[in-house]
């Protein structure tokens, strides 16, 4: 089966061509057979492979496929090829079944919109192409995935193009992910200079030959294309008006699989990022520093969707901050679990919109949970699982995220803390926009209250899959110190590296409690420490769920008088510390303006001065020149006996002279 | 022995200069058309000239030939040029090459 590894990315290729092609002719039946039946085909043929590749002995479980060679030009050779590994796989699981879940959980969604035929088609393209971004075994190939995963988040967060907002949405996506990818093919051109390769195993075969200097160039050039793409600090803005586009899509694209690339990417280039600890630092830095920047601004958003878009952005900084600190298989994990809850969130948002007839605003809704309870169940679920809650699938990657901050080498008391209480944060803000949705009074405007209704079933089984998923989902990476395998690390160990390990903790244990570890009842100092800040952040995250439920059922008018009280704060946060704006002074606006000079003063004023002088002179030249033209034959007679003349002359005089 | 008197081939050449001359001369001067046709066939009968001269005193035949090349092709000239200038005489009424001066600016 392994030998057939090509045949998940053309799966949603085959789907595309179908819908794209014949779609509109075939009509709504077939495209919703044909949409997620190939993304069906695909995960099909992941799990087999990955049942292949499970009995295989953990070093054998590296396969690369070259099906072509695609551009071979002097010393540059690059292939169309694909390449299977416990990481990629693992990608291409995630990738290929939350999809299809989503896939269907669109047929329901999108049922009565018009671009029905054209949405499948895109969502199948997106399949396709972060197939690729995933599976290929080149950076090249690497690239056309991560270039062709942005434009179909453009075409999809402008997918309802009539509307001017989600138009502007989608441009600020694919221009701010530009900036990005500046970033990434710098780091690719730096690759190849310095070794000469774009292929993924002799890249990372040969790394060894670069400096530190040039090897932290390289991990800081595909860091900011990472930043682009999986919305860190500074490029996060695009992310939350992404929001605009559908919600399948959304949840797809913009929290579950796109996003996340960039963390895959920092995962999969780890050699390279291994040899550059300020690259790796910065990594970290950066993904704590978004991780609680952004949960901050979800305290005071009151759009269902955007909560959810700044809590997608907060948990791939805690990635980042995973990646950062050398816990690739921790990232992985969370990338894992992220995507399971997050999926669910915002396909929960979306099943909420469609029973409120597309409200999004939380303060008009309210007591929801009795109307459409399996929305409620499984939007519980998710947010249990996100805001860290024992037993759940979130609340084991995000505290092996924030031991391994703790613990690594390259890790941080303060990026602990700081994570530690973003942790508290998200739970703080997600059981906010819970209650807020499904608790308390109900704030429905009533022409829309006796429409509430629960979604067809084609949308609540995703619901209900990916609740189970984000419960479960945990448990291939219990840690050891709570009697777990953690198989999730096992299984990446041989493409990222085995456990960093815990050399801080036991020179920081002192620190904390001597006398706690007796009471731990576990001679090994390190675990009894680990289960320590287990419990802290445990606590940390019911702090919040606590201060929530205070502030948002108990005291329903306090947020209010707490808002008025620090209006100032209030008014910063709530506007997003006017990040967007202070980027429309500083880059769009004077892009604008020297965007405007250029045009003014170079293309119409140099360019086409230029171009119309030139036209003008010979215009007048041959004004000039025509009236030689006379017609009469004898004037040409003369001119060629003149002519003539000019040559006897000419060489008469050379002979002589 | 009657003997010929040897004619040195300057004096040919020369004649042959003095022919073309008046040639274009007349092509460059007269308003009929006619008499600029005649001009131009006096300035092939001085080429002629020349090749013959130059056929006989280097001992080669390829002028000779080169001579009758050029008598066809005055020939077939002047065949083609007496029709045109019947024709640009039923339209125009004159063969008077100043005043067909259409193809100009």
């Known amino acids: 089966m392994l030998e057939y590894m090509w045949l998940i990315p053309l799966f949603p290729f085959i789907g595309f061509l179908i819908n794209g092609l014949l779609g509109r002719r075939l009509g709504k039946g077939v495209v919703s057979v044909v949409g997620p039946s190939a993304i069906g085909l695909s995960f099909l043929t992941s799990i087999l492979i990955f049942f292949e590749l499970i009995n295989k002995p953990s070093t054998e479980r590296i396969f690369e496929k070259v099906l072509f060679d695609w551009i071979v030009s002097g010393s540059f050779q690059t292939v169309i090829g694909y390449q299977i590994d416990p990481l990629s796989i693992l990608m291409a699981l995630v990738v290929t079944g939350v999809s299809f879940f989503i896939h269907i959980y669109s047929v329901g969604y999108m049922h009565d919109d018009p671009g029905f035929t054209r949405f499948f088609t895109y969502l199948n393209l997106f399949v396709f192409m972060m197939l690729n971004l995933i599976l290929a075994n080149n950076f090249l190939l690497m690239f056309v995935g991560w270039e062709g995963v942005g434009l179909c988040s453009y075409l999809l967060i402008g997918f309802w193009y009539e509307k001017d907002s989600a138009a502007n949405a989608g441009k600020k996506a694919f221009i701010v992910n530009r900036v990005g990818d500046f970033g990434f093919i710098l780091g690719m051109f730096l690759i190849f200079i310095n070794l000469g390769t774009l292929d993924f195993t002799d890249a990372f075969g040969s790394a060894n030959k670069l400096d530190t200097a040039t090897a932290t160039a390289i991990a800081l050039l595909l860091f900011v294309g990472a930043c682009g793409k999986s919305a860190q600090i500074p490029l996060y803005v695009w992310l939350p008006d992404a929001m605009e586009g559908p919600t399948p899509v959304s949840s797809l694209i913009h929290a579950a699989t796109m996003v996340t690339a960039g963390v895959y990417m920092v995962a999969r280039c780890n050699v390279l990022y291994n040899m550059a600890p300020i690259a790796m630092a910065v990594v970290a830095i950066v993904g704590v520093a978004t991780a609680i920047f952004t949960a901050s601004i979800g305290f005071c958003q009151y759009d269902i969707k955007k909560i959810l878009a700044y809590s997608t952005i907060s948990q791939l900084g805690y990635m980042f901050v995973a990646v950062g600190v050398g816990a690739y298989a921790a990232g992985i994990f969370h990338l894992m679990t992220h995507a399971f809850f997050k999926g669910l969130l915002f396909l929960g948002a979306g099943s909420v919109m469609h029973a409120m007839s597309g409200e999004l605003d939380i303060r008009k809704m309210g007591a929801l949970r009795k109307k459409i309870p399996i929305t409620f169940a499984t939007f519980f679920i998710a947010t249990l699982a996100i805001a860290g809650v024992p037993g759940l699938s979130g609340f084991f990657s995000k505290d092996e995220i924030l031991w391994m901050a703790f613990s690594s080498g390259r890790g941080h008391f303060l990026i602990w803390l700081v994570a530690a209480v973003a942790a508290g944060m998200t739970a703080f803000y997600m059981f906010r926009a819970l209650f807020m949705t499904f608790f308390g009074e109900s704030r429905v405007d009533h022409h829309v209250a006796h429409h509430i209704h629960e979604s067809p079933k084609v949308m609540t089984i995703p619901l209900m899959v990916l609740a189970v998923l984000s419960i479960v989902g945990g448990y291939v990476g219990i840690p050891h110190v709570l009697g777990g395998a953690n198989h999730i690390h096992e299984f990446l160990a041989p493409v990222v590296g085995g456990t960093a390990e815990p050399v801080k903790a036991q020179a920081m244990f002192s620190l904390i409690s001597e006398a706690w570890a007796a009471g731990g009842g576990s001679g090994d100092h390190s675990a009894a420490l680990e289960l320590f800040l287990m419990a802290v952040s445990v606590v940390i995250a019911l702090i919040g769920i606590g201060i929530a439920y205070f502030l948002y059922l108990k005291n329903p008018g306090l947020p209010k008088m707490l808002a008025e009280k620090w209006s100032g704060l209030y008014r910063l946060v709530s506007n997003k510390y006017y990040v967007d704006e202070l980027y429309q002074v500083l880059f769009v606006n004077s892009l604008k303006k020297f965007g405007t000079g250029l045009w003014k003063g170079f293309d119409e004023f140099v360019i086409d001065g230029t171009v119309n002088g030139i036209a003008y002179f010979i215009g007048w030249l041959s004004g000039v020149m025509r009236k030689m033209q006379t017609g009469l034959v004898q004037n040409y007679a003369f001119s060629i006996v003149l002519g003539g003349l000019i040559l006897a002359v000419y060489y008469i005089m050379r002979a002589f002279l | ?105």
């Open chain 2, 1 to 105: 022995m009657w003997v010929v008197p040897t004619i040195p081939p300057a004096l040919y050449l020369m004649l042959s200069g003095i022919l073309f001359t008046i040639g274009v001369i007349g092509v460059l001067t007269r308003r009929n058309a006619i008499v600029v046709f005649i001009s131009i066939e006096l300035m092939l009968n001085a080429v002629n000239l020349t090749f013959i001269t130059f056929s006989r005193f280097l001992q080669s035949i390829d002028g000779v030939i080169f001579a009758f090349f050029v008598m066809a092709v005055a020939a077939a000239e002047a065949a083609v040029g007496l029709a045109i200038f019947v024709m640009l005489y039923r339209s125009k009424e004159t063969i008077n090459v100043d005043e067909v001066n259409l193809l100009k600016w």
